[in-house]
């Protein structure tokens, strides 16, 4: 029981499905999450409110394996496909055995548009599935209204129409139909309503929204406000419409998806199966280099790994050692397989760096150190760093901040700030000058260990002052900046900054510095303003002398402790017609 809390503890809060596994590998049980961590840590709390049948599942799970996917249509939908292909234990199966249903663009002369639960490879086009019928009825009313495409089902072969075989029905009538029946509309401009169908059903949903706001504001006009309502109704519908799932789709048939992702020598790969439209499986690995093996290299290996092939491997890129059996996608439906798998590779890698944090916490600050040094080029791990920021508004009360990070963590005990003595106004580089002579003349004086990395919260300038700083009393760190814009790190002589990936954990860390840095110097920047504003108001008052205002400030440092003092208390420390003129002013 501890392994699987364990596991789900480092599940995402993000949508899904789960398989629960008894002790012989079996799937007993398929379920969807819109949250996955939360869904699934539900079974394990509060037993005792759990029914009889949920809580002898849960007696039975020795094993859980989760799929991440991009929204809870989804979920439903790859659900489904894996309570059919496992026929989990406890699971309702639909005794129906019914699909989902689909939107169908027949094949033939003057296509139809309607709904169907089977796919038949005649060469007509599907859309979807959809897991929601209220918004596939939508979208069928919406092409009705946009479209007067016919409904019956004619064989409109163009000698039948010439010999005049056929006549207008009622559809035609009340405007729903042009009479393709009988010719009165070409084949050239039913199949542009065709295209412009086509068209909202692949996403475009442009003009379906143009349509829709048109009635809205028609009908509100005329003061008709159940049909303006209903008009909104569906516009809203269409805003969450999902027009078809990256889970299943009729034009992939026996493929695999593989994806690799490597983050230094280790890759984590994800394998999803698709047969009959459909995912079937999906699992994610961790290989581990040991000969400094290529991205390429590692996937060969994967793929030569995993049994039972389809015809078809589609991979993000070209794997070594594997020949005829791969395609690299540009667009369409299976580059949106190679993103889950991606998806699902990050959520692995996430959770795998989460366990070792918790049980191994070393080797988990070794790693981002390793990283560390190897992203910023240093000849040592940055065990200690210390990062500074300047703070003034106007060139008043300027003052700096030192924040120091050991093994990539804050270290509150030895941050530091200082008040600005030579630098007068607002002149970043100069105070960045003073601060960085001040503490590294200090620290070499007192014979104190120096840091492996220096990070300036700014750009080029802030960061040549403090190379000029450091070179000025001799001593050697390396020492980067970090501009806010573009979240750019600069380094000394060098014109093009290092952009790291946003995902980098080097970054997250330089980041974590410089807000540590803003933040420690803007609360102190702020607790010395108030002080000398204090002072100052304190000053005013008259009869109130120097030597009364140190000790007041001395004892109560605020303005509202001052003002919530007693008066036998003030009259105590400054005297009582002091005491009295407080009161007054304050």
């Excluded at 006009?221 to 209903?230: D, G, M, S, Y």
């Excluded at 008066?567 to 017609?577: F, K, P, S, V």
Aim: glycine share 6%; charged share 30%.
């Amino acid at each position: 029981m501890s392994n699987l809390q364990n596991k789900i503890s480092l599940l995402p809060q993000l949508p899904g499905v789960y398989q629960f596994f008894d002790s012989e590998g079996t799937v007993i049980y398929v379920g969807k999450a819109k949250s996955l961590r939360n869904r699934v840590g539900s079974y394990f709390n509060n037993s005792a409110d759990h029914s009889v049948k949920v809580r002898a599942l849960v007696r039975n799970i020795a094993d859980l394996k989760h799929i991440v996917v991009d929204s809870e249509q989804d979920a439903l939908l790859l659900e489904n496909n894996l309570i059919k292909k496992h026929l989990p234990r406890y699971n309702i199966l639909l005794k129906d055995s019914k699909s989902y249903p689909w939107i169908c663009i027949s094949n033939e002369n003057f296509e139809r548009i309607f709904s169907t639960r089977k796919l038949i490879k005649d060469g007509s086009a599907y859309f979807g599935p959809y897991a929601n019928g209220t918004m596939q009825k939508t979208v069928l009313e919406l092409i009705k209204g946009l479209f007067p495409l016919r409904s019956c089902k004619l064989n409109l072969a163009p000698e039948l129409i010439k010999r005049g075989k056929y006549t207008v029905c009622l559809e035609f009538h009340i405007g729903n139909c042009k009479g393709c029946c009988e010719g009165k509309i070409s084949e050239q401009e039913y199949r542009r309503h065709i295209e412009q169908s086509r068209d909202i059903l692949k996403g475009d949903l442009s003009a379906a929204t143009a349509f829709f706001q048109e009635q809205m504001t028609f009908h509100s006009a005329r003061l008709e406000f159940e049909q303006a309502a209903a008009a909104k109704k569906k516009l809203e519908l269409l805003v969450d419409y999902q027009h078809r799932s990256v889970i299943v789709s009729p034009t992939i048939n026996n493929v695999d998806a593989v994806y690799l992702l490597k983050d230094g020598d280790i890759a984590f790969c994800n394998h999803i199966k698709v047969v009959h439209g459909a995912v079937i499986s999906s699992y994610t690995f961790e290989l581990k280099s040991s000969l400094d093996e290529t991205r390429e290299e590692l996937l060969g290996y994967a793929i030569s790994r995993i049994e039972n092939l389809g015809r078809e491997v589609v991979v993000p890129f070209e794997p070594s050692g594997i020949t005829g059996l791969y395609t690299i996608p540009q667009r369409g439906e299976k580059v949106k397989l190679l993103e889950l798998g991606e998806k699902n590779c990050r959520i692995y890698q996430l959770e795998k760096l989460k366990h070792i944090e918790k049980t191994d916490p070393e080797r988990h600050t070794k790693r981002i150190m390793e990283r560390m040094k190897a992203d910023l080029h240093l000849a040592v791990e940055p065990r200690h760093i210390e990062c500074f920021d300047n703070s003034n508004i106007q060139g008043s009360s300027p003052v700096a901040a030192c924040v120091v990070f050991r093994d990539g963590v804050p270290s509150k005990r030895d941050y530091r700030h200082y008040n600005v003595k030579t630098v007068v106004g607002a002149n970043d580089f100069a105070t960045m000058e003073e601060i960085l002579t001040r503490r590294y003349s200090r620290l070499v004086a007192e014979g104190e260990t120096l840091p492996q990395l220096i990070v300036i919260d700014g750009g080029k300038g802030q960061l040549g002052a403090a190379v000029n700083a450091l070179r000025a009393l001799g001593v050697e760190i390396p020492v980067v900046g970090l501009a806010k814009r573009m979240e750019e790190v600069f380094f000394p002589g060098d014109p093009v900054p290092l952009y790291l990936d946003k995902r980098s954990e080097t970054l997250k860390v330089l980041m974590h510095l410089r807000d540590e840095a803003h933040r420690f110097g803007i609360t102190f920047h702020r607790k010395q303003r108030s002080a000398k504003f204090l002072k100052n108001n304190l000053e005013d008052i008259p009869g109130l002398g120097k030597a009364s205002v140190e000790k007041l400030l001395k004892k109560y440092k605020t303005e509202k402790r001052i003002k919530s003092a007693p008066i036998e208390e003030l009259t105590e420390l400054i005297g009582g017609a002091r005491a009295e003129k407080i009161k007054g002013s304050l």
